[in-house]
């Protein structure tokens, strides 16, 4: 199966469309103009804002305000305003922290740097913000991504992690490598027991998994593991899309990914093609997670490029 997006606002538009029950194919640029900013209080100044897009997580305090992703550039001045009418502080967005480079989560970047926010990301995110290139699974599912004009570039950026020390809380950014991407940080709001987990858990079903961007299942069930790991049973979690989610969220898509990847495992170790694996219906099983973004075919597709290592042709732009 073909199955191409455009862009990141095709994947915004597809997600929304999802609720609809509309089929793939009819995506297409959202109306920017109708997009409303959703904010929802998490637990004492963690706020989550869904608009278009990845899911914002905002420390909104006395020191000013931290957001977690930043959606798409038509839609800053509607996020700010949001985090203005909570009445809590006059004070501007200080930091934004990109979870990965995805356009979904960092295509605000260029509006809040140029009204005095600081982006911060890990290495890789400034590295293909900077370069462009072709996002995918390897093999079907392909984005092309120009490099990002200067002012959406992370001003500052880290290899492993690090914490941003506002509203009384050590807000911590930790990067786990070859997940989604191979940029992706969980950030960790330890005070107010929340955690935004980027795209390495998200609540549409099948996840899509960046092959051509350097991530991959494995680093995917690794990462949110250990993340689970450091986290209190009570934690609320923000997902990279979809609904505020708990531990028990994330353990069944675990265990999800886990035995999705297990299959297409043994059925590699067996020799089957990638034809094979999908006219058997090997995922029949977990249908339920099927949707119009990743279905079960395009997610066999992952998996396999995933455990095989093909990633596709990255190819940059010049
Ligand atoms: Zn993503």
Not at 146 to 157: F, G, S
């Amino acid at each position: 199966m073909d199955f191409r997006l455009r862009n990141w606002a095709g994947i915004a538009s597809l997600a929304a469309l999802l609720s609809c029950g509309l089929a793939a194919g009819q995506e297409k640029v959202p109306d920017w103009s109708k997009v409303q900013i959703k904010v929802t209080r998490v637990s004492g100044n963690i706020y989550m804002l869904e608009g278009q897009g990845g899911n914002i997580a905002a420390s909104v305090g006395e020191d000013g305000i931290v957001i977690v992703d930043d959606e798409f550039a038509p839609l800053a001045e509607k996020i700010q305003a949001a985090l203005k009418n909570l009445g809590v502080t006059d004070k501007p967005v200080r930091f934004v922290i990109n979870t990965h480079y995805h356009g979904d989560h960092t295509g605000g970047n260029a509006p809040f740097t140029n009204t005095g926010s600081t982006v911060i990301a890990q290495d890789n995110v400034l590295k293909r913000l900077t370069s462009g290139g072709t996002a995918g699974n390897g093999g079907s599912v392909k984005m092309e991504n120009k490099p990002a004009e200067k002012a959406a570039l992370p001003i500052i950026t880290f290899e492993h992690d690090v914490t941003v020390h506002l509203n009384g809380e050590d807000i911590r950014a930790l990067h786990f490598p070859a997940g989604h991407t191979d940029g992706d940080a969980i950030i960790f709001f330890p005070k107010n027991n929340v955690v935004h987990m980027g795209d390495d858990f998200v609540r549409y079903g099948f996840p899509f998994i960046d092959v051509a961007g350097g991530g991959s299942v494995q680093g995917m069930i690794d990462g949110v593991e250990k993340a689970a790991a450091l986290l209190p049973a009570d934690v609320k979690v923000i997902p990279g899309h979809g609904a505020l989610s708990n531990l028990d969220d994330v353990r069944a898509y675990v265990k999800m990914l886990k035995e999705t990847s297990a299959v297409v495992q043994k059925a590699i170790d067996a020799h089957k093609t990638l034809d094979q694996m999908k006219q058997e219906k090997i995922l029949g099983p977990w249908q339920k997670w099927s949707n119009d973004f990743v279905n079960a075919d395009i997610f066999i597709e992952t998996l396999y490029n995933s455990l095989t290592g093909h990633k596709g042709d990255f190819v940059k732009h010049n």
